[in-house]
């Protein structure tokens, strides 16, 4: 039996895309093995995020090379799709495949001839406006599924370079997403998180539907217990959304609600769509409908231009915010991007310092928000047993909880009363 490996860099919609494709190799007859095993077909999906996300891909290639010289080797994702002509030239690639098509995957590798030399099936991803349907039948034993809902995205931050890799905003049919969660459901998950490049604009090309409108559907069905969404902006946070959140209990009282940084002039300089008012507006408003609720944010430290001051200003705006943790990263200049080619970018020495300020008060945050449920109770979701009677799981509001009890929690939500918190988890004994 011919042996593959599907692995992915970057994102959980490159994880969820890596999971399908592994299965649509399984479904050839194919054994799916690790990326560390040997294999007869390798399939690495890449990340282009930051320029170390391009040389972690080609490092990957590489590795697995030498695991089997007589691999077929296909590169797929991000980096495929914006630099196809510079991965045909690392060794040991014999397809590059890109952000679309890949549910022909096997297909071509079966067709391959190595006498052919590189393969390119990249093609223009800004003329695409179709979901492609790569989804997950089988499915492994847990208790939180990702569900790719979205494709694409049509903000073009001045940083960023996935628009250009992924192509414009595509959401998948509703009939489609909710046939996927039923099937979920009826294998015993009891969370789903609706993924994709950029969540929020689900609907926005279809006119049919909505993000609001396909967590209404998904909250109706039976089984699925809690509803987790990625990453959103301030903008989609109106009275009316949060409310309508509210009124889905299922819908989980954590947001990664995106600013990038606390500073004005740098946002507009971001090419973001709102400011520091909208935000704290957007913060307040899901405070005010959902008093537990945590809120995670990303920050970048040392963006170009960046003064100190701008920087304090952001500094200040994320300790107002009370956030329950921040993923505080130095900038990284990512070849093909506006902010890329300006002539003032800041010393790495700046951006780690100015990042590290960042984490260090993230510590501090996430400490005080965990610590403020000693003595109370909460409802977990536990996922697998660590030891001894000894589960782990997470509050509605993600935060870690590692619960004790006489019986086997695994995938069984209940409530568990908080006797200590500390290192961003919360200790207690379960009430099953």
Do not use: W
């Not at 077909?41 to 090379?65: A, M, P």
């Not at 405070?287 to 500094?315: H, M, W």
């Amino acid at each position: 039996m011919k042996k593959a490996a599907s692995f992915a860099l970057g994102c959980k919609v490159n994880q969820y895309e890596s999971e399908a494709i592994a299965e649509l190799f399984q479904e050839k007859g194919y054994e799916i093995v690790g990326i560390d095993e040997e294999a007869d077909v390798y399939v690495i999906n890449t990340c282009t995020v930051t320029n170390f996300g391009d040389k972690k891909s080609r490092q990957l290639i590489r590795k697995v090379k030498r695991q089997n010289e007589n691999a077929i080797v296909a590169v797929v994702g991000c980096y495929a799709q914006t630099a196809p002509q510079e991965l045909m030239k690392v060794e040991g690639v014999n397809l590059v495949i890109g952000t679309k098509d890949r549910a022909q995957i096997v297909e071509m590798v079966e067709n391959y001839k190595t006498e052919n030399g590189v393969e390119n099936h990249v093609s223009d991803i800004m003329k695409e406006r179709v979901f492609e349907p790569l989804s997950i039948q089988k499915l492994a034993n847990r208790t939180r599924a990702y569900l790719k809902i979205q494709d694409g995205c049509s903000q073009y931050c001045s940083y960023c370079i996935i628009p250009y890799a992924r192509g414009p905003i595509r959401s998948r049919d509703p009939q489609d997403v909710l046939a996927e969660v039923k099937r979920l459901a009826e294998n015993g998950f009891k969370e789903v998180v609706l993924t994709g490049i950029h969540v929020a604009s689900y609907g926005k090309d279809r006119h049919d539907t909505s993000l609001l409108e396909i967590l209404r559907q998904v909250h109706e069905v039976e089984g699925i217990e809690r509803i987790r969404f990625s990453s959103i902006e301030p903008n989609v946070v109106t009275e009316e959304f949060a409310q309508a959140i509210a009124d889905m209990p299922k819908v989980c009282d954590h947001f990664h609600l995106s600013l990038q940084s606390g500073c004005d002039k740098t946002l507009k300089e971001m090419n973001r769509k709102y400011d520091t008012e909208k935000y704290r507006q957007a913060a307040a408003t899901l405070r005010k409908y959902l008093p537990e609720v945590a809120l995670t944010t990303d920050i970048i430290a040392g963006f170009p231009g960046e003064t100190e001051e701008d920087f304090q200003a952001s500094y200040d705006f994320a300790k107002e915010m009370g956030f329950a943790k921040i993923h505080a990263f130095p900038y990284s200049p990512k070849r093909g991007t506006p902010a890329a080619a300006r002539k003032d970018q800041l010393l790495n020495a700046v951006k780690a310092e100015r990042s590290h300020r960042l984490i260090e008060l993230s510590d501090k945050m996430a400490d005080e928000f965990i610590q403020a449920y000693v003595g109370k109770e909460v409802e977990v979701l536990y996922e697998r047993a660590i030891g001894e009677g000894v589960y782990e799981g997470h509050t509605t509001n993600y935060i870690k909880v590692k619960g004790t009890s006489d019986k086997d929690l695994t995938n069984v939500i209940c409530k568990t009363k908080i006797t200590k918190a500390e290192n961003e988890e919360l200790f207690g004994t379960a009430e099953a």
